[in-house]
């Protein structure tokens, strides 16, 4: 980035770099949500089944297609913030990224690996403050990959709702 450039002002990319960086972004994001959902998969059958839910629970297929949607939208924020700062000048905002992404897989191990709602809780509380960290530092560089993560920040904050309620109706 030259110095006549602020640091909000979108890096110059050829094409081919912008869509190797989406591409990138994505697969970085389903990736998480694969191994997420290998590790939940198995146990939603009989462990989760089983598990008393509070009757606002959502019900069990509306989860993989809102997932979709917010890895799909997580993924594009991601690649605007990068697109526009490059790595270099990004790199709290990705680092923030990265650190959600990784305590969001962990909740997946957390609760139905190890199928232990309180620790997932613990992990999801410390995921919604990281959203929320990674929000405000994107929407600080385009207001677009803020504004995607919102979504994120809602569902993640009714899935500690829901979280906290299984755990106590369990306990």
Do not use: H
Request: charge should be positive.
């Amino acid at each position: 980035m030259s110095d006549e450039q602020g640091p909000n002002q979108p890096m110059p990319l050829s094409l081919t770099r912008q869509v190797i960086g989406l591409t990138v972004a994505c697969a970085v994001c389903f990736g998480a949500a694969a191994v997420g959902g290998a590790v939940t998969y198995p146990r939603i059958e009989d462990w989760y089944a089983a598990l008393t839910k509070p009757p606002w629970t959502p019900p069990g297929w509306l989860f993989g297609p809102v997932w979709s949607v917010l890895y799909g939208s997580m993924a594009l924020a991601a690649w605007l913030v990068w697109r526009r700062q490059g790595f270099a000048a990004a790199g709290l905002p990705l680092l923030l990224f990265a650190v959600q992404l990784v305590l969001n897989l962990m909740w997946s191990v957390l609760f139905f690996g190890l199928k232990s709602p309180v620790l997932a809780l613990l992990d999801i509380v410390l995921l919604l403050v990281a959203i929320a960290a990674t929000l405000v530092s994107f929407w600080r560089r385009s207001a677009a990959a803020g504004g995607l993560l919102v979504p994120y920040l809602a569902w993640v904050g009714f899935a500690t709702a829901l979280n906290f309620a299984i755990w106590r109706l369990n306990s």
